[in-house]
């Protein structure tokens, strides 16, 4: 199945990637974490992804559709992949339909209120990448799956956290109508418990 996950900024939308990918037994891409090594290891589209990550911008369409495009044509993704983070904007979602067209869309939806909480709660393990809300762990800066350090993500403070809410509004929510009016949207409630948010995305799908 070629499924995306659509969803503002703390949706949920990694959390619950992780469980839907390994049930559907597809890739999990997520366009956000692509950009995130890139940086880490300094390649020519990290260094131009910097910027726009620290400010909680968009990164350039031209940018992103050639990354995925090529992402999409190894081996492991082609029989399906769980799409999180892309598209972001109505062109990748037309450049996309021309390079592989998605089955199904989930739009996790959270209202904004509780997306802030989250996010400046947010924190991810630097070595297993595990990402956890600060309330639910013993030691806020131990991994308590792996016990490496957990970090906040640099775009989580919350002067950044609004730009990326309002890019999402402007940019992403189009979206929601592109993916309806093709009959391919799936609306979940994501302000429950991640276990049940689950049931409902796996509910959807059949
Ligand atoms: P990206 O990494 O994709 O960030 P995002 O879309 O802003 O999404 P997040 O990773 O912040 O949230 P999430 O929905 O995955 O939530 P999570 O599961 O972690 O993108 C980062 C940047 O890259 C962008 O700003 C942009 O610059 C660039 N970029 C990426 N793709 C691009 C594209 N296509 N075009 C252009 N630029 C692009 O959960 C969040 C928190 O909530 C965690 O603490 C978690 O524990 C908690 N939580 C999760 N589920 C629940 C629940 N059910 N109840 C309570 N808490 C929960």
Do not use: W
């Not at 909480?117 to 924190?123: D, H, K, M, W």
């Not at 792996?146 to 992403?172: F, K, N, S, W």
């Amino acid at each position: 199945m070629k499924l995306i996950f659509l969803g503002p900024p703390g949706a949920g939308k990694g959390t619950q990637a992780a469980g839907v990918s390994a049930h559907l037994r597809v890739p999990h891409i997520s366009t956000g974490d692509m950009f995130r090594s890139a940086i880490k290891n300094a390649t020519p589209v990290g260094l131009e992804a910097k910027r726009y990550l620290d400010a909680g911008e968009l990164v350039p369409d031209s940018v992103v559709i050639d990354m995925v495009r090529e992402r999409l044509a190894m081996d492991d993704a082609k029989d399906g992949y769980l799409l999180d983070g892309f598209p972001r904007t109505v062109d990748q979602a037309v450049a996309l339909d021309g390079f592989s067209e998605p089955d199904a869309v989930i739009d996790i939806d959270v209202p904004d209120e509780k997306l802030i909480g989250r996010l400046t709660g947010r924190r991810v393990c630097t070595k297993c990448s595990g990402t956890f809300h600060v309330s639910k762990l013993a030691d806020e800066h131990t991994c308590p799956i792996c016990g490496g350090e957990v970090r906040q993500r640099e775009d989580d403070r919350p002067e950044t956290i609004e730009t990326r809410l309002h890019a999402y509004h402007e940019q992403t929510e189009p979206l929601i109508g592109y993916y309806s009016g093709k009959d391919k949207l799936r609306r979940v409630n994501g302000d429950s418990r991640p276990e049940d948010v689950f049931k409902n995305i796996i509910a959807s799908l059949e």
